[in-house]
């Protein structure tokens, strides 16, 4: 058996984009949940709150914990350059477009969560 610790996606939202993601160990997703468990736990309580406030702290933690997704588990992208420069994760979050940021966080997410035959163990 060959396991391989990434893997390749095709965008859907950016057609000819490529990119590689982390496949995360039991080491690796500790790590992640570990680091965003305070924001997820913010962002439910603001999620359900009824005020504006509430309304947009919601979105600005939806974007940091989309951030901190991509710094972990974006390994490299491809066939996307942002202002001339091969895109980088960093430039991702700071200048690339959202809709492929979002995207990505989601597949990054996708990759971390338990299948139930995991979560029976």
């Known amino acids: 058996m060959n396991y391989e610790s990434t893997t390749v996606r095709e965008s859907t939202v950016c057609p000819g984009v490529r990119y590689v993601v982390l496949r995360p160990s039991l080491k690796k997703r500790a ?3 570990a680091r965003v468990r305070r924001l997820l736990a ?3 309580y603001r999620a359900a709150g009824q005020t504006m406030e509430d309304r947009l702290a919601a979105a600005e933690l939806e974007s940091r914990i989309d951030g901190l997704y991509i ?5 490299r992208l491809e066939n996307l350059e942002i202002d001339g420069e091969p895109c980088t994760p960093a430039l991702l979050i ?3 477009p959202e809709d ?3 995207e990505i966080a989601a597949a990054i997410r996708n990759e971390c969560r338990l299948s139930e035959e995991e979560r029976k163990n």
Do not use: C, M, N, P
């Not at 710094?71 to 390994?75: F, I, Q, R, T, Y």
């Open 31 to 33: 790590e992640i949940t």
């Open 42 to 44: 913010e962002l439910e």
């Open 71 to 75: 710094e972990w588990g974006l390994v």
């Open 94 to 96: 700071e200048k690339g």
């Open 100 to 102: 492929l940021a979002r």
